[in-house]
């Protein structure tokens, strides 16, 4: 040891040391804190036990850890090999899928393609090669070979996949899509883009994670929906907004109003196809719970609706009335067409609104409102009628009037006149096809259902009376089912007044077509001539049946329509039908003659009777078997 001041001082070694020699120093950069006397040996046995066993579990520590780490590269190594693995078969997918010349194997390489994509543990090597693939399906989306079609979409499926498939990148993947389709100018390619965004709202669901994204969705279907042009694109547009519509319906509903106003557009324009029409009403109809939580809106619609068939209504009042015709008042070949489709759309709206509409569930429907409304339907429907004949008018109309009548009260004072337009649209089957009659067929029927009890007995009168067209009718196979509908109805009535009128109307016309049948064979007289002998059904006969004839066809089809209603009836729980006023006697008075014509008819067909009417027809109606 020395100082700056004095010269170093010697220290010799004792000339006998009777101690150990003192072990070798210890490093002071291992042991920073040891004392001076240490530095020269000095130091205790707990010292070098504390010493020598921190080396050693050092260097066991050293040891373990080296393996750990050695099997951590090895772990590496095979999640490298395993991704690397990965990589090179979805690179190889992509390169089949767009070099591969033949059409199966390209459509095989394709599906594998969807296979990766949706198999969870490929998902690193999708994000990585993501721009490869995107763009690998945009070139197959934008193939102009019209044999390529099912491959095509099959590269839609798998955009769509992809993007439910990598949920973090659902965004990008979403936004790329509606860049492609804004800048196609071929409506084949934007239809197979709006294809795969079906296919990812489809998988994704009501998944949470998507749910930031769908405001996006929505914003950007809404704007192709306020520029499409085709109905095919049109179709596919709406079944992604419906599909957003039922899975998160609170993100729709901010957007559910300017999407009704775009599909009432397609609803109303009358030059698209009837089948496009009905389809808009069932999308339109399959947003029910939107329709009824904006109520307001709703009725606000069907105001304007009515506004405008009043407008088209009153300017064909002024055709019709002769005057001077302005300039600006519009032909009725364009008024009529239009008026049909306000009446269309508007029955939609009212179908849409569901069972909220309906005066029992409070306002805004009240029976005021509902009465106010068939009666301004009615006031329009009649106009045009009087104008000009058009069965789209009167078609539409009709289904008008019934979904209003669903809603009206048995007793409001409207049902005379419901009643009355009921029967002139019966008068006008004469002139219309079976479209026209089906409908108003299903109107006289919903007319005996809803007012029911309250039905005045002129208008049963009038409804089975010989000169009616529903038995008319009843001779065309297309309409007999529809029409026994309404014999149903009318005797299924529970006005004992009127079913007995009903009931003995339907009799008279059998006991006229057993009278048509008979007369041949000398069992009963002629129909309108005098006669010795009384009439063989004195029990049943009508007056207003009495002076007709039938032909032997229309006797027999007749006799069989009236007992499949009757038979029908009876055999209903809760009927009226063979009650005390319905005579035993009667009825079996009937059936007896009845089944005697029938025997008449085999023995006729079997050749053991010789008469003038051999050759029968053999159709019956389609419910005979209820006999």
Sequence with gaps: ??????????????????????????????????????????????????????????????????????????????????????????????????????????????????EFITHSDNKVALVKQLDTILSTLNDILNESSKLLSELRQEAAVCLGLLCTALSYETERIFKWMFVKFSSSTRDEVRLLYLVAAYRALEAAGERKAFSPVMQLVMSSLQSILENLDTPELLCQSVRCILQVARCYPHVFSTNFRDTVDILVGWHIDHTQKQSLTQQVSGWLQSLEQFWVADLTFSTTLLGQFLEDMEAYAEDLGHVGSGEAVDEDIPPPTVSLPKLAALLRVF???VRCIGQRFNPIRGPPITQAYVSDVLNRVLACVSTAKQVLFSEPVLTAGNECVCVLLVSLEPSAPLTDAVITYGLDQLDACRACGPEYSLAVLSLITLIVDQINTKLPAWFVEKLLAPTSQLLELRFNRDREVAALGVYQSVLSLKNIPILEAAYKLVLGEMACALSSLLAPLGLSPTPGTPSPTPPPFPGIQHPVFAPLTLTPERAEFTLIFNLSALTTIGNTKNSLIGVCWITTHTHTHTHTHTLFWLKYRELTRRGMLHNTHTALPSATPSNMTEL
């Design 347 to 349: 029955s939609t709206v």
């Design 1 to 114: 040891l020395s100082t700056p001041s004095s010269p170093p001082l010697s220290l010799s070694p004792p000339l006998l040391s009777l101690s150990p020699p003192p072990p070798p120093p210890l490093s002071l950069s291992l042991h920073p804190l040891l004392s001076l006397d240490d530095t020269f040996g000095w130091q205790s046995l707990g010292q070098e036990l504390r010493i020598n066993d921190a080396t050693a579990d050092l260097t066991t520590f050293q040891q373990h850890g080296n393996r750990a780490l050695a099997s951590k590269d090895m772990r590496k190594s095979h999640d490298r090999g395993m991704s690397h693995s990965d990589e090179s078969r979805l690179s190889n997918l992509l390169r089949r899928a767009s070099r591969e010349e033949d059409r199966d194997r390209r459509l095989a390489t394709v599906r594998q393609l969807r």
